[in-house]
């Protein structure tokens, strides 16, 4: 048995779904499907949010929790619809240190509006979705030019 120096990185999770080995689409077809699935994993991640807040949880840890939930199920999805993107180590951890920078910006933005707005039931949906908004612009910028032209 040969034992290597090199540390196993394991590749990401990926859904149990054949890669179709289409052409790559066009930045009309991308935005469609990356809305699509970004709006599925809208509601993964605001319905979380609210259920989390509703069970008492602060509304930065809500948040982030929900992040999380809502931007892996993204990922899975415009890894292999959107984008049609073979696996990647080299991409999967591009995508982490993107979501690292948008998971700031959202958790940021929805800190500030939340508490920055009135007591008013407007202010949790109205503070998600310009958060959401802002991370959703630069994840599909960053995405499409840089992360998913990596091999």
Do not use: C
């Not at 394991?10 to 890669?19: A, F, I, M, T």
């Not at 929790?65 to 619809?81: D, E, K, M, Q, V």
């Not at 707005?117 to 998600?128: E, G, I, N, T, V």
């Amino acid at each position: 048995m040969r034992v290597s120096a090199e540390p196993h990185v394991p590749l990401p999770v990926e859904l149990p779904v054949v890669d179709e080995q289409l052409p790559g689409t066009d930045l009309k077809t991308q935005i469609v499907r990356f809305v699509l699935s970004g709006g599925f994993s809208a509601i993964i991640d605001y319905g979380l949010y609210v259920l989390l807040g509703l069970a008492g949880l602060p509304v930065a840890a809500a948040k982030s929790i929900s992040f999380i939930a809502g931007t892996t199920t993204a990922y899975l999805i415009n890894r292999r619809w959107t984008f049609q993107a073979a696996p990647s180590r080299k991409r999967f951890l591009a995508v982490v240190a993107l979501y690292a920078v948008t998971f700031a910006v959202q958790v940021g933005i929805n800190q500030v509006l939340y508490f920055t707005f009135d007591d008013q039931w407007w202010r949790r949906p109205l503070a998600y979705v310009v958060a959401q908004g802002t991370a959703t612009v630069i994840n599909f910028i960053v995405q499409r030019t840089v992360i998913f032209k990596l091999r």
